[in-house]
């Protein structure tokens, strides 16, 4: 479970870094791949561990781009497992480009 802002970037890094080698190895798109991954990831598909991440990482980023889509869910569950979906992707993407940079430097 990813119970702070720091444990979300070591996912978010580890995510990214397993993105890039599956890209590398396989030709895997590096965005579909992180899709997937965050998509299946438990603190996304269940509830309390998403309210969790939701509470205790920063959302701001996230919120932003459900509302830019015009996201409206049913029920609580539907909306906190999206959100941290959303929270995740975002942080993946995050640091997919630190360490494109990182790597470009």
Avoid: P
Avoid at 18 to 37: F, I, K, L, P, S
Avoid at 82 to 103: M, N
């Amino acid at each position: 479970m990813i119970k702070n802002q720091y444990e979300l970037e070591q996912e978010a890094k580890s995510i990214a870094i397993a993105a890039q080698e599956e890209h590398e190895t396989n030709g895997t798109d590096v965005w579909e791949y992180m899709h997937e991954v965050c998509d299946g990831h438990s603190c996304v598909i269940y509830t309390y561990k998403a309210g969790m991440m939701c509470l205790e990482c920063d959302r701001d980023n996230a919120e932003y781009q459900l509302d830019e889509i015009g996201y409206e869910a049913k029920d609580y569950s539907e909306y906190v497992s999206r959100l941290a979906y959303a929270i995740l992707f975002d942080a993946c993407t995050t640091a997919h480009d630190e360490l494109t940079a990182e790597v470009t430097e």
